[in-house]
């Protein structure tokens, strides 16, 4: 058996926090596990389900020591601080490498969640070996992440990536290119919004023929196809990989994203590592660029 260190990576998120223990060539050395989170989740709850998890891997993979332990959140990470995480509220703020390293006995690394997401696929999924790379998260909302030089880039003040508000037809572009968007945008185009209505139903009935969900999902097309551009322009990348929920409608939005970037060479593809490329991409962060 291997007894080789391993890296733990953490995605925390509004609903969960799940991790993976992740080997230096990108696999999962065993299921990933998780926790509920919440508004009402808290520094001594994250600290205790921290103990908690690392504990299973440590039962999981006898004899293999933990290298370092990387975490994935949603929302703004400056330095070693969470901001703007609206669905944490209680670790809004908060210093999450004190709180973390109160918890464990190795170093600790954070970051964004979509330049996890980057950072995994650019390392071990559809971004294989791309030095420059640009990850695309479509879901309930838009993320962004960016590799440059084999690295998340963050910028001076920590936004580099943050495109979910950029001003788009009098709003921004999450308004548009996310779950919510895709209805609004069948509502726009005469379709009928039942309760419940989600893009995935769209999605069915645009598959069945129906022309105001098959006018959502070109509308969303075209606005991807305009934030991919903006990136290509911008950033100049080898290549943009997409993921998220909404990825898996790519049959809807992939012709006209290929229309309308005909003239592009940068590969556009879809992401590989599905649910785990944020587990992947936390424990990446401590591994070798």
């Not at 949603?74 to 809004?92: E, H, I, R």
């Not at 960016?146 to 690295?151: A, L, Q, S």
């Not at 379709?191 to 509308?219: F, K, N, Q």
Request: one cysteine or more.
């Amino acid at each position: 058996m291997t007894t080789g260190p391993y890296y733990l990576g953490v995605d925390l998120g509004g609903t969960q926090m799940r991790m993976g223990a992740v080997a230096l060539d990108g696999r999962l050395l065993a299921d990933v596990i998780s926790v509920p989170t919440g508004t009402t989740f808290g520094g001594d709850a994250l600290r205790g389900n921290l103990r908690g998890m690392i504990e299973q891997f440590r039962a999981a993979l006898p004899g293999r020591p933990i290298e370092a332990l990387g975490f994935g959140i949603a929302g703004v990470v400056d330095q070693t601080a969470l901001s703007q995480s609206p669905n944490l509220p209680l670790l809004d703020g908060v210093d999450l490498a004190d709180l973390v390293g109160e918890a464990v006995p190795f170093s600790v690394a954070l970051e964004n969640d979509a330049r996890c997401f980057a950072l995994a696929e650019a390392r071990f999924g559809a971004g294989r070996g791309a030095r420059h790379l640009c990850g695309i998260t479509l879901g309930t909302g838009v993320g962004c992440g960016v590799i440059v030089n084999g690295k998340p880039h963050r910028g001076v003040r920590s936004q580099a990536g943050e495109v979910w508000n950029v001003p788009l037809r009098g709003s921004h572009l999450e308004n548009f290119l996310a779950g919510a968007g895709i209805v609004r945008g069948y509502e726009a185009a005469g379709g009928t919004v039942d309760a419940g209505l989600d893009a995935a139903e769209v999605a069915d009935r645009a598959r069945g023929g129906d022309p105001p969900a098959i006018a959502a999902w070109r509308s969303f097309a075209e606005d991807l196809a305009f934030l991919c551009a903006f990136a290509i322009s911008l950033i100049d990348p080898e290549k943009i990989v997409i993921g998220g929920s909404m990825s898996q409608a790519s049959d809807l939005w992939g012709p006209v994203l290929t229309e309308r970037l005909i003239e592009n060479k940068t590969p556009i593809v879809t992401a590989q590592l599905g649910a785990a490329a944020g587990v992947i991409g936390a424990a990446a962060l401590n591994m070798p660029a």
